[in-house]
């Protein structure tokens, strides 16, 4: 009865344990800020050539960051209304670790003062530290002004968080512990008994 109520108690603490740090998905939201360099070349009868970034931002419900783009850029020339971007990879730098993936986006500058009023779509691949393994999506709305490269915009989208390495060697460790103890039970019951 005493290794029952014991066993039992072991789960329930366990439990606490587990719960917490299962995988899951939260919503983040945010605005960002930066500057943007791009340099562009015409070939034939486009402009095309490379986008790098940096800057701030805030994401709720991660916190602040620093982040820092590149990617391709694809304008139809002569007239400058619509551009694309490709092979986009991007940097998210939290105190507790980083978010990075891949983007591409496109965008329309109907006013030729900006280079574009865009939605790109960032595809977290991984993490490190607090944000290991984690992935998810951001659609980013954005504007870059030409004359000063200054890029600001907002962001939503959602992030599947996974348990860190070392929750898992806690919760196996607890496991080996459990066992070892349940093993143990029967054997202190028949010395009892036989004791007696």
Do not use: H
Not at 119 to 143: N, Q
């Amino acid at each position: 009865m005493c290794n029952l109520r014991s066993i039992s108690a072991t789960l329930i603490a366990l439990a606490a344990f587990v719960l917490p740090v299962q995988a899951g998905t939260i919503s983040i939201l945010g605005i960002f800020a930066g500057i943007e360099i791009t340099n562009l070349t015409l070939v034939g009868s486009n402009y095309v050539g490379t986008q790098t970034g940096s800057g701030t931002g805030d994401l709720i419900p991660l916190g602040a960051y620093t982040w820092t783009i590149s990617d391709d850029v694809t304008i139809p020339g002569p007239s400058v209304t619509t551009f694309t971007t490709t092979n986009g990879t991007f940097t998210d730098t939290f105190s507790g670790g980083t978010l990075f993936g891949t983007f591409t986006g496109s965008g329309t500058d109907p006013t030729n003062a900006v280079i574009g009023i865009g939605t790109f779509v960032d595809v977290i691949t991984g993490g490190t530290g607090a944000y290991l393994g984690d992935t998810g999506t951001l659609t980013i709305y954005g504007t870059l002004v030409n004359a000063t490269g200054a890029t600001f915009g907002s962001e939503s989208g959602s992030l599947t968080t996974t348990p860190l390495p070392s929750t898992w060697l806690m919760l196996l460790g607890g496991l080996v512990g459990l066992g070892f103890f349940v093993y143990r039970g029967p054997k202190k019951n028949a010395a009892a008994l036989a004791a007696a």
